[in-house]
């Protein structure tokens, strides 16, 4: 049962456009979202979250918004770049005591066109 | 944050051989997970090593297949066992700091 769902395996954008990346989750109990960039041969690298109590998180060129009632966030690129081609994992935690897990979804590879 | 490094990075191995993968954390913690990730498919968290306690495993991962140590806070290895192709993946060591989890380089195992 994946509790964390990435339903785009892949996507393609022209560079300077705008990358939208999907994730929807089950698990009303889960209070942080993160998004973690995977380039092939290296550990997965955090790029930002947002915490269950807020609708919008920004960061530069990226900014990842939440729906709560929906069950769902969306990760914006905004200009897409080369360099942001790579594999995208959306990831979700629960807080439970000190053990806390992360779930992931099954990525999105996102590559962007010159 | 934390930094994590693994040994080796990449190794190729014979079916059947067992090969132990070393992971070190730069900052004391109480849990390190142990993932895979197999080609084309996602994170899948294997285990979780305590320290001073036996590893919790995930379903479909045994002890007597992907044995783990955890002889300190800083420290963790991950042995995979009588390996076959299906065994061929990037391993993966991750630590967690409130929700944000960071991970070392990851080892890709080749088995032939």
């Known amino acids: 049962d994946q509790q964390v769902k990435q339903n785009s395996p892949s996507l393609s954008v022209q560079e300077g456009r705008i990358s939208i990346l999907n994730c929807d989750y089950t698990?009303?109990?889960?209070?942080?979202f993160l998004w973690y960039k995977k380039y092939p041969a290296e550990g997965p690298t955090f790029l930002i979250s947002?915490?269950?109590i807020k609708d919008k998180n920004e960061d530069g060129r990226f900014t990842v918004f939440l729906n709560k009632s929906a069950k769902h966030l969306s990760l914006h690129i905004v200009p897409s770049q080369p360099g942001d081609s790579a594999v995208y994992f959306c990831?979700?935690?629960?807080?439970?005591?000190?053990?806390?897990?992360?779930?992931w979804g099954l990525g999105t590879s996102l590559a962007v066109n010159p | 944050s934390a930094v994590i490094s693994q040994k080796p990075s990449r190794d190729i191995c014979q079916r059947g051989t067992s090969l132990t993968i070393q992971c070190q954390v730069d900052?004391?913690?109480?849990?390190m997970f142990w993932y895979r990730q197999q080609p084309g498919q996602s994170l899948t968290l294997i285990a979780t090593?305590?320290?001073?306690?036996?590893?919790?495993?995930e379903s479909g991962f045994v002890i007597d297949k992907f044995p783990i140590s955890r002889p300190n806070l800083t420290f963790s290895t991950l042995t995979v066992s009588n390996m076959s192709p299906e065994d061929s993946s990037i391993y993966l060591c991750?630590?967690?700091?409130?929700?944000?989890?960071?991970f070392g380089p990851g080892t890709r195992l080749t088995v032939l």
């Open positions: 900052s004391q913690v109480t849990m």
């Open positions: 991750s630590v967690t700091s409130g929700p944000f989890g960071y």
């Open positions: 947002i915490s269950s």
């Open positions: 990831a979700a935690s629960e807080n439970a005591g000190n053990n806390r897990k992360l779930i």
């Open positions: 090593a305590n320290q001073g306690s036996e590893a919790t495993y």
């Open positions: 698990n009303s109990m889960f209070d942080y």
